[in-house]
């Protein structure tokens, strides 16, 4: 079983929609979860953290659910701007891999459509 | 102030050569990973350096890889004997002090190697 999973899309989304994807984790020790971006050909930037009480940044919410092994983004009112690969981040702790446990999902590339 | 920087950005090799890539990290950020990103693909971690600690190297696909950090500062990832499948862009990033994973990484442009 892969450790962190994610639908690579892609999502294809009329501007100005919703849109919401997953990414399920599975370690139940993990620690700390992130969201980032990565635009075409470009270096991956921090989205936002994703907090256990959930936490909005404008038109972005990110939520945890611990129970089901899954964290979760949600764009309202997409932008043209907002089409990208969203990268879903787990900190397994000391039981997962490398890189100080943090371990990247593929990514769910993301087309907001005029 | 001055993001991650790589170095070459862009390095076209033939089969067999060894190359030399590099990383200058934010000032100040003790922790550089290095991973690695194939077309459509997602990031594959390769090398972790913490502080003055003894790197994570579980990452590195082949003996053919290896990376250091000099002064705690800037990283080389040394790739010998290049072959077809090395191809893909390399990157790295820096963190302020690793710790978990709990800090924001913050990654260089990357270097897109190819080899022929």
């Known amino acids: 079983r892969k450790e962190v999973e994610q639908d690579p899309g892609p999502f294809n989304v009329p501007e100005g929609a919703t849109v919401a994807f997953n990414c399920t984790y599975s370690n139940s020790a993990s620690q700390s979860f992130f969201w980032y971006r990565q635009d075409c050909r470009k270096e991956p930037k921090l989205l936002m953290s994703?907090?256990?009480s959930g936490n909005e940044d404008g038109r972005f919410t990110a939520q945890l659910n611990r129970a089901s092994q899954y964290i979760s983004l949600l764009i309202r009112d997409s932008k043209l701007s907002d089409s990208a690969t969203y990268l879903c981040?787990?900190?397994?702790?000391?039981?997962?891999?490398?890189?100080?446990?943090?371990?990247f999902g593929k990514g769910t590339h993301l087309i907001i459509q005029p | 102030g001055a993001g991650v920087s790589q170095s070459p950005s862009n390095k076209v090799t033939e089969k067999g050569k060894d190359v030399e890539l590099r990383c200058d990290p934010i000032s100040g950020h003790t922790a550089l990973y290095w991973y690695r990103q194939s077309l459509g693909q997602g990031l594959e971690f390769l090398i972790y350096?913490?502080?003055?600690?003894?790197?994570?190297k579980s990452g590195l696909p082949s003996d053919r890889f290896s990376a250091e950090r000099t002064g705690g500062s800037v990283s080389t990832l040394t790739i010998q004997r290049t072959q077809q499948e090395d191809s893909a862009v390399y990157l790295c990033?820096?963190?302020?002090?690793?710790?978990?994973?709990?800090?924001?990484?913050?990654f260089g442009p990357g270097t897109r190697l190819t080899v022929l």
């Open positions: 981040v787990v900190n397994m702790g000391d039981s997962g891999g490398g890189a100080d446990g943090l371990t």
């Open positions: 994703v907090y256990s």
């Open positions: 990033a820096s963190s302020f002090s690793g710790g978990g994973g709990a800090d924001t990484q913050y």
């Open positions: 350096f913490q502080g003055n600690s003894a790197p994570d």
